[in-house]
Nanobody, 122 residues
Framework: QVQLVESGGGLVRAGDSLRLSCAAS????????MGWFRQAPGKKREFVSV????????FYADSVKGRFIISRDNAKNTIYLQMNSLKPEDTAVYYC???????????????WGQGTQVTISS
């Protein structure tokens, strides 16, 4: 099983960009589909974006489509979330997650990082 560590969060202004990283330990990283989820204060955790094990397939929540880009580098055991045109409503703790189930099975992500805080000021 992989272990996940997120980084790259911070406080930025609306319209700015941030890139989150998620580093995974373990030689089986390339077998996992990966995803980003977020949880805002007082709200349930929600899906942001996922990427298949080989990086070929990605999909996004409607709220971030066209602004966020997910990618992965299997040689570095790392996935990324490039976040552009950030809005105050993007403020949340962002979590990296992994699954061996189908990448579209959002309930199947069962390995989680500790999260990184992203705060967008207006």
């Amino acid at each position: 099983q992989v272990q996940l560590v997120e980084s790259g969060g911070g406080l930025v202004r609306a319209g700015d960009s941030l890139r989150l990283s998620c580093a995974a330990s373990g030689r089986t990283f390339r077998n996992y589909h990966m995803g980003w989820f977020r949880q805002a204060p007082g709200k349930k955790r929600e899906f942001v974006s996922v990427i298949s094990w080989n990086g070929i397939t990605t999909f996004y929540a409607d709220s971030v489509k066209g602004r966020f880009i997910i990618s992965r580098d299997n040689a570095k055991n790392t996935i990324y979330l490039q976040m552009n045109s950030l809005k105050p409503e993007d403020t949340a703790v962002y979590y990296c997650a992994a699954t061996l189930k189908h990448y579209s099975d959002l309930e199947g992500y069962d390995v989680w990082g500790q999260g990184t805080q992203v705060t967008i000021s207006s």
